[in-house]
């Protein structure tokens, strides 16, 4: 039987939706959600990135600045505009587009974002807090859209087995983080696999969800996954193909068509994962506003 295929598409036209009374009710005390996104050099994936992220601010009727910088920018003046973005009232989010250039200390730059304004969820506050699970933070936006994506769909992953596959910083680890917060989108009990994981798949084959994260085209097969079991692939790839006109196709880390012989529920890549990002980031930058407003009532 064919799984579930869940839409990202779809649930991140949810989130827009919810958010568009929010993003009137900030309009109708004067107050626009502002996200800036800086990017420093022309590297093409993250201009695409960083130019669907204003777009989709746009469409919701953010104010959205978008600030291109070039490679051979100091990285003294790249910390000295997030200052100045820290100090403007008018923004309530700031995206630094990683990777950087070489030159530029990512570390330093993550850490320069005012915590009230990490809309990306990665300054050493938000990650320290999500980890221990106390305070307020901004979830970082790709984990918080697998989650949102697994609620959204009617599998709650609180007392299911989730096993992730990958433990990087910005995605494996956050969102193994998040599965085992208390609470609405965690309670999960979570395995997390990496490069060194010896059997992968008898591992995988004990998940009730399987998060895959591992950046390895197409790499999850039939007989890695239980059957019913639900999967959620983060993966993204140009693959070429010399059939399509572009010469490539996109895909994801686990083998679709077959594995969704076997899911009770799947992601696809494209329109899976990527989609709940960009709505995550909007849903963060709104939240922002949101809490500053709230502040300046008090
Ligand atoms: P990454 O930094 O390369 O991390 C990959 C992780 O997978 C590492 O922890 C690695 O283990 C593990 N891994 C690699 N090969 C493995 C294997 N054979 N068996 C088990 N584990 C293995 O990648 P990432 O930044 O986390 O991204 C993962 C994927 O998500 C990529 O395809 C990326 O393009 C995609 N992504 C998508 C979005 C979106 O919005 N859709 C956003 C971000 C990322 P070690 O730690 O041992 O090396």
Redesign the pocket.
């Known amino acids: 039987m064919s799984a579930q295929i869940i839409s990202g598409r779809a649930i991140a036209d949810e989130i827009r939706t919810e958010l568009r009374p929010r993003v009137a009710a900030l309009r109708s005390r004067g107050i626009t959600p502002g996200l800036a996104t800086v990017l420093v050099g022309d590297n093409s994936a993250s201009q695409m990135y960083v130019g669907m992220k204003n777009k989709a601010a746009q469409e919701l009727g953010l104010h959205s600045r978008q600030i291109t910088l070039p490679a051979d920018t100091p990285e003294a003046e790249l910390l000295g505009m997030v200052a100045g973005l820290n100090a403007d009232p008018t923004i309530h989010g700031i995206l630094v587009q990683v990777p950087l250039p070489a030159h530029i200390d990512e570390g330093k730059v993550i850490e320069a974002v005012h915590p009230s304004k990490d809309v990306d969820g990665f300054h050493p506050m938000s990650v320290g807090r999500l980890a221990t699970d106390s305070g307020d933070f901004f979830a970082p936006?790709?984990p918080a859209?697998v989650v949102e994506m697994l609620l959204r769909s009617g599998h709650d992953p609180a007392g299911e087995h989730v096993v992730v596959?990958?433990?990087?910083n910005?995605?494996?680890r956050p969102i193994a983080s998040l599965l085992l917060r208390k609470g609405r989108g965690g309670d999960a009990t979570v395995t997390v696999?990496?490069?060194?994981?010896r059997d992968?798949g008898a591992i995988t084959r004990t998940a009730d969800i399987l998060v895959v994260?591992?950046?390895?085209p197409e790499?999850i097969t039939a007989d890695m996954v239980r059957p019913g079991a639900v999967v959620i692939d983060?993966?993204?790839?140009r693959v070429p193909d010399p059939s399509s006109e572009r010469g490539y196709r996109v895909c994801?880390?686990v083998l679709y068509d077959e594995v969704k012989e076997v899911a009770g529920a799947i992601t696809p890549?494209p329109g899976?994962?990527?989609p709940?990002?960009i709505a995550m980031l909007l849903a963060n930058t709104v939240k922002s506003a949101e809490l500053a407003a709230a502040e300046a009532r008090d």
């Open positions: 936006c790709t859209g596959v990958g433990r990087s910005l995605v494996g696999c990496h490069s060194r994981t992968l994260a591992m950046g390895r790499s983060v993966g993204t790839h994801g880390d890549s899976g994962v990527g709940m990002t």
